[in-house]
């Protein structure tokens, strides 16, 4: 039989089928955490309504899933009418769920899904799936979770672990420590390349006493190293900081280095 028409052989069978998976296999989105301090999650969430924006800004379809009461939504002047709780239980279709912000832009409001039935061991793989299935179309998914449900987190770092996590410190006195007892939760469950702080309510001068604070508990407990600080106010600063997280999770390849802290001017 000539070579040309000789059947391919198991290996060369195997490549193609893992090539044809990887084509019509969906990409992961670009998951980007948001852990808020116990007294930061009712805050005025104007300042997500800029972090949103500035994804989809840099291009990517992007869906904000508010697990932290943050009323996102609201923030958008939009009703939200659901939770992913509604659709875990049957009570709306999935895409009900979601709402529609604008273009590329959606809102899952889900904190009650990730509060709700608190004794049923299945709950977090629950809250991870339907997050998982509503994000399938999305390029860059921001997880504003709470601080004190930062293990939901294992769920979502995949082989190559979550390249940016930000995180927004309490405003109360001993809010560093605070702080850096998050980080060490989140480095517990999940590979995270940088942790990027944004404050709440700060002068300059309060901001510098933070950063100092932190970047000494870090480098001495964690291993990490912080630059300078940011506000959450400052909405220059966050839509650098998404064009920085955006620019990093497009980068194809290139080895990871020790985990850094890094806060936002």
């Known amino acids: 039989m000539p070579a040309q028409t000789r059947k391919k052989s198991a ?16 990409a992961e989105p670009h998951w980007l955490p948001v852990l808020l301090a116990p007294d930061q999650e009712r805050l005025d ?3 997500l309504v800029e972090l949103a924006s500035a994804c989809v800004e840099q291009g990517g379809r992007t869906l904000v899933v508010d697990a932290a009461r943050a009323q996102v939504a ?12 509604h659709a875990l239980h049957g009570d709306c279709a999935p895409l009900q769920a979601c709402v529609a912000a604008g273009v590329n832009l959606k809102i899952l409001p ?23 299935a509503l994000a399938a179309t999305a390029d860059c998914a921001v997880l504003v979770l709470p601080a004190r449900h930062a293990r939901v987190l294992t769920g979502f770092c995949g082989a190559t672990g979550i ?30 390349d940088a942790f990027r702080l944004l404050f709440q309510g700060t002068d300059p001068d309060r901001a510098g006493r ?11 407990e964690l291993s990490a190293r912080a ?11 966050i839509r650098r900081l998404v064009r920085e997280v955006r620019c990093r999770s497009m980068r194809a390849g290139g080895e990871r280095g020790g985990t850094a802290v890094e806060t936002v001017s």
């Open 11 to 26: 290996p060369a069978r195997q490549d193609q089928a893992a090539g044809l998976r990887r084509l019509f296999t969906p």
């Open 45 to 47: 969430a104007q300042w």
């Open 74 to 85: 609201a923030a958008f002047g939009l009703r939200a009418r659901y939770d992913l709780a």
């Open 110 to 132: 889900a904190a009650r899904a990730l509060e709700q039935d608190g004794r049923a061991p299945d709950r977090i793989r629950r809250f991870e799936a339907g997050v998982r």
């Open 163 to 192: 390249a940016d996590a930000i995180v927004v410190p309490g405003s109360e006195s001993g809010s560093d420590r605070g702080a850096i007892e998050t980080m060490r939760r989140l480095l517990s469950m999940a590979d995270i």
């Open 210 to 220: 933070l950063l100092s604070s932190l970047a000494a508990g870090g480098a001495r």
């Open 227 to 237: 630059s300078d600080a940011g506000s959450l106010h400052d909405v220059s600063a």
